[in-house]
């Protein structure tokens, strides 16, 4: 137990430093969960071996797995990004979901890539929503027009993904079982959330606001039941438990509008960006193997290879938004898009525990999502300001 105590003290710290790290007056900012997967391998088993991802911490770093789908799934407002950013989105998704797919049979058949081209394909096709919307709202480009039509993209670059995980890369029943399971999955996730919006207008909200500024934080506790609940199930019906955890985000994103959805969602956010969060990623960060990257001689190529391949994955759906983006929008809109760590950690775990991917693979993978993350939204924001000043 001892042994416990002091490595949750090492990420306690390691949690706290990361954000200090990543604010340094530097002219390439790192996100914080960059600052955190380095810092978790620096402490991991890789490096200097000062804490093992196993045991009480590996638990942490699922639930903050877990805790992270949530909060997407919350980031996610319906209304504002329905209709044609909506269409859009969707279609350029299965744009980027059928590039990525030829373009992983193409890559793995001549061996530069050796990873299983269905994994490695959903990985491509991800965006980090959780990271653009912070970066976006910083820069004023949120409720910009440019902004709805990147939020629902990323958006469906996350859901996308997740539904490709549940469906085909990990069923563990029957296909007729599997779907039967799945539509009984969203028809309870449809009843709660229609459950959920008719209370807004009851006495049932009074009752929640009432203990909001108390000890008893009903609302909150709510939250992390339905969480529960839902991560539950998902895994009971044979998906992933991150598809619970993003169904149950959004179903709270749906109920919770008003000022005291706003006091909710900031307490939401402590809970995870400051607690739960950053323990996933500097436990992925402390399972990342880089020595596995050194045994590949190709390995700089793959990765250099991997994020020209973002680009054109995620670049792809621009042919789409031909009549609603300027010309100079579409190659920061594609580089927007092509951001896609968090996702990349995600996938690269699922297919690393599930016996799909090699650790080194996941390693090469993970690179280039942590590169995506630091130097795409800066050249695209720099691609934009030109222009604003041109």
């Known amino acids: 137990m001892e042994s416990y105590r002091i490595a949750l003290f090492v990420i306690a710290l390691v949690a706290a430093l990361a954000p200090l790290l990543a604010s340094m007056p530097t002219r390439f900012r790192m996100p914080v969960v960059v600052a955190e997967m380095l810092l978790g391998m620096i402490i991991g088993p890789h490096i200097f071996n000062w804490v093992s991802p196993d045991g009480l911490v590996g638990m942490l770093g699922e639930l903050g797995l877990t805790f992270l789908l949530f909060m997407v799934g919350l980031e996610i407002n319906l209304g504002e990004i329905q209709g044609k950013p909506l269409t859009l989105a969707v279609g350029g998704w299965f744009l980027s979901f059928i ?20 994994l490695a394909a959903v990985a491509l096709s991800t965006t980090a929503l959780g990271i653009l919307v912070p970066i976006l709202r910083d820069e004023g480009t949120l409720a910009t027009d440019f902004g709805k039509l990147l939020l629902s993209a990323a958006a469906m670059g996350e859901f996308g993904p997740l539904m490709v995980i549940s469906l085909l890369i990990i069923p563990t029943h029957s296909t007729a079982l599997h779907t039967i399971f799945i539509l009984g999955f969203v028809g309870i996730t449809v009843f709660i959330a229609a459950t959920a919006v008719r209370a807004q207008s009851s006495a049932v909200i009074d009752i929640l606001a009432k203990t909001m500024q108390s000890s008893g934080q009903l609302p909150v506790r709510l939250c992390i039941a339905l969480q529960a609940l839902l991560v539950v199930l998902a895994g009971e019906f044979g998906m992933n438990v991150v598809v619970g955890a993003f169904a149950a985000g959004m179903v709270v994103g749906m109920a919770s509008k008003g000022e005291g959805g706003v006091l909710l969602r900031q307490k939401l956010d402590a809970i995870g960006y400051g607690f739960l969060i950053p323990i996933f990623f500097i436990v992925a960060g402390m399972k990342f193997d880089i020595a596995a990257l050194w045994a590949n001689p190709l390995s700089s190529i793959q990765i250099i290879s991997l994020l020209g391949l973002l680009v054109v994955v995620r670049g792809a759906p621009v042919l789409l938004y031909r009549q609603v983006l300027s010309s100079t929008d579409r190659l920061p809109f594609a580089l927007y898009s092509a951001t896609g760590l968090p996702m990349i950690v995600i996938i690269s775990e699922i297919g690393v525990s599930s016996g799909l991917m090699l650790p080194d693979r996941a390693a090469v993978l993970v690179s280039a999502g942590m590169i995506s993350v630091l130097l795409f939204p800066i050249l695209a924001d720099r691609m934009r300001q030109g222009k604003q000043m041109n």
């Open 99 to 118: 590039v990525a797919m030829v373009c992983m049979y193409l890559v793995h058949a001549i061996g530069l890539i050796q990873a299983p081209p269905l």
